[in-house]
């Protein structure tokens, strides 16, 4: 079993910045890589981005790419997502996520979830 618990959601205007925090427990070596989601209202959980346990490569959304960073810290069994140049349309409830095996992108293949932390980006 592994446990995520989310934090540094909050309110924003747009341009500005805002940095999540996913702490995992639990048996995280058996992960194959922590990943971001989001949900905004009336639509469905989409992929942010992942980073994999092991070598560290990460990935990214391309409505996402060059604003938001993902990093790990293996020690502190922490994945952070840094977001920046922040949008309206960013607006979601964002989610960590852990995946044993599968296809890092797709939301089904996730085995464990945060309970989801709330981003609100103001026009």
């Known amino acids: 079993q592994v446990q995520l618990v989310e934090s540094g959601g909050g309110l924003v205007q747009a341009g500005g910045s805002l940095r999540l925090s996913c702490a995992a427990s639990?048996?995280?070596?058996?992960?194959?890589?922590m990943g971001w989601f989001r949900q905004a209202p009336g639509k469905e959980r989409e992929f942010v981005g992942t980073?994999?346990?092991?070598?560290?490569?990460?990935y990214y959304a391309d409505s996402v790419k060059g604003r938001f960073t993902i990093s790990r810290d293996n020690v502190k069994n922490t994945v952070d997502l840094q977001m920046r140049s922040l949008k309206p349309e960013d607006t979601a409830v964002y989610y960590c996520?852990?995946?044993?095996?599968?296809?890092?992108?797709?939301?089904?293949?996730?085995?464990?979830w945060g309970q989801g932390t709330q981003v609100t980006v103001s026009s």
């Open positions: 639990g048996r995280t070596e058996r992960m194959y890589a």
């Open positions: 996520a852990a995946i044993r095996h599968g296809s890092i992108i797709r939301v089904d293949d996730y085995d464990y």
């Open positions: 980073i994999r346990r092991s070598g560290g490569t990460i």
